[in-house]
């Protein structure tokens, strides 16, 4: 069982920054992948990046590659996800997600979701 918890969303200008952070509960995270998923309001839930249980290997979406940069530290228990350069179309609520494996379709655990607004 995995407790996910993020934090560090907001409102933020285009072109303006923001950190995520989800501090995952349990001695075992190390053997999980973890992702980030977003939703913006009337669209369905969305594929943003993951990383596998290392920091070895990771994957993002194309619409946030070169701007969003996934990382994790183990020994904290915790998965970010830096965001630069962003947009309005990222405005959505930010899901942080944990499975045994990192090409899962579907992710077992889920946080309860932070809030990103980009205002134009």
């Given at each position: ?85 962003l947009?309005?179309?990222d ?30």
């Amino acid at each position: 069982q995995v407790q996910l918890v993020e934090s560090g969303g907001g409102l933020v200008q285009a072109g303006g920054s923001l950190r995520l952070s989800c501090a995952a509960s349990g001695r075992t995270f190390r053997s999980y992948a973890m992702g980030w998923f977003r939703q913006a309001p009337g669209k369905e839930r969305e594929f943003v990046a993951n990383i596998n249980w290392s920091g070895g290997t990771s994957d993002y979406a194309d619409s946030v590659k070169g701007r969003f940069t996934i990382s994790r530290d183990n020994a904290k228990n915790t998965v970010y996800l830096q965001m630069n350069s962003l947009k309005p179309e990222d405005t959505a609520v930010y899901y942080c997600s944990a499975d045994h494996s990192l090409y899962s379709p579907n992710y077992e655990y889920w946080g309860q979701g932070t809030q990103v607004t980009v205002s134009s």
